[in-house]
């Protein structure tokens, strides 16, 4: 993958979260410093597999904090086509809600154009973030050496947050949250 062109036409659509999140006030911590206090972006790059959902599940549980927000960001090949939009936007949801219910953190979402280490590593400028926190694709050294990964991309050209790359879970490992048959998660 070649470096981020500043030129490339770059397109994304803001995906509408439910309202059923409530809106969470700013904490009042006396003695946190002001970054803690206004919270942090932290980017999530999020598509459909479980390595992805295992790196979202890790940020949750070892990064976020009470005031952070949490953005999601999800590539696709375009933005105008709406199914594959609204089956996205079905992901930033569920996602969101689980935020909300394990951390406590708002969510917003987008769904952007292009090539995913591109994008990614264009949302990371835009909003300069604590860190961008992805999964891998679990494929293995060498036909990740010789195809690329879009972790490596991103790890190699993101020059404005620090890129954290959360190893895949191993089939049939838990998932750092844990649900109950409702779909809840586990307290």
């Keep these: 993958m070649e470096p981020l062109i500043e030129d490339e036409e770059y397109s994304f659509r803001e995906v509408v979260l439910p309202s059923l999140i409530p809106v969470v006030p700013e904490p009042e911590l006396e003695r946190e410093n002001g970054e803690r206090r206004r919270g942090r972006d932290v980017i999530v790059a999020v598509d459909h597999g479980p390595n992805s959902k295992h790196a979202f599940d890790w940020a949750l549980v070892h990064f ?24 996205s936007q079905a992901l930033m949801e569920k996602l969101a809600v689980e935020a909300f219910q394990v951390a406590m953190v708002k969510s917003v979402a987008r769904v ?31 036909r990740s050496v010789l195809q690329g990964s879009v972790s490596e991309y991103c790890f190699h050209n993101c ?26 998660p586990k307290p």
């Design 64 to 87: 976020c904090r009470l005031a952070d927000t949490l953005h999601l960001v999800h590539a696709v090949s375009s933005v105008k086509n709406d199914v594959v939009y609204e089956t």
């Design 112 to 142: 952007v154009e292009g090539d995913a280490g591109k994008v990614i590593c264009k949302e990371a400028e835009i909003l300069k973030p604590a860190a961008v926190i992805m999964g891998t694709r679990g494929r293995g050294l060498v």
């Design 159 to 184: 020059k404005s947050a620090p890129v954290i790359i959360v190893p895949g879970k191993e089939a049939g490992d838990e998932s750092i949250v844990s649900w109950t048959k409702s779909g809840d």
